[in-house]
């Protein structure tokens, strides 16, 4: 029942500060450009000064081209959105006061918590849902129609890739009371994600494998 109550406050304030709105925005922006983006491209390219030659080399564009700008845009603008929109989940509270007034409540701080990271799950996986059905539809329009159970798994993994940046950024928001610094560390610990996932061997044990599972 606290847990309940907890996450209604979330979604109540993810609405009131228009982030549930943002996210399924940008995500559905992306999700929609992707497959225009794979489809015109190399039409585009004909514009430019001595485009034509360049077009030429570029092989004709598929529904795996689509897919994959689809993969390259959500993951890497959906990092971005999990930094910005988690940052100040703990720490704007903790800076307000409003934190200390709800947890002098009979409220565990794992329920807290968890209710934040809840909340925050359910806008990136409406917001991933809503990207996912444009991008399959322009894609269906474009090209071809795509495996929808192969599509649900993809859009599934980007889902728990992304979940892995809510729930760091989610840890930086807690141990700082400024969101800005929340934001720095959450930034920082993807550079060493990254950094890592460059030595041999270790990108398979890192969130990126779902990605390349998805793919």
Not at 76 to 85: E, K, R, T
């Amino acid at each position: 029942m606290i847990f309940l109550t907890a996450l209604r406050k979330e979604f109540f304030g993810q609405w009131r500060s228009y982030r549930f709105l943002v996210v399924a925005a940008v995500l559905l922006a992306f999700g929609l450009l992707s497959p225009l983006a794979a489809k015109f491209v190399p039409e585009l390219m004909k514009l430019i000064p001595n485009g034509k030659e360049i077009a030429r080399l570029i092989p004709q564009p598929t529904a795996a081209d689509a897919v994959a700008q689809y993969l390259k845009n959500i993951s890497q603008f959906g990092i971005v959105l999990a930094l910005l929109m988690t940052m100040g989940a703990v720490a704007q509270e903790r800076d307000k006061g409003t934190a200390a007034l709800v947890l002098v409540k009979p409220m565990p701080r794992f329920v807290f918590l968890w209710a934040k990271f809840a909340a925050l799950g359910v806008t990136f996986i409406i917001g991933i849902a809503v990207a996912g059905a444009a991008c399959y539809y322009y894609t269906l329009i474009l090209f071809q129609a795509l495996n929808v159970p192969r599509w649900l798994a993809l859009n599934g993994l980007m889902v728990l890739f992304l979940l892995v940046y809510i729930a760091l950024t989610l840890l930086c928001s807690t141990v700082s009371r400024s969101q800005v610094v929340a934001g720095g560390l959450a930034f920082g610990l993807v550079i060493i994600l990254s950094i890592i996932g460059i030595i041999p061997g270790a990108g398979r044990l890192l969130p990126g494998q779902l990605l390349s599972w998805g793919g």
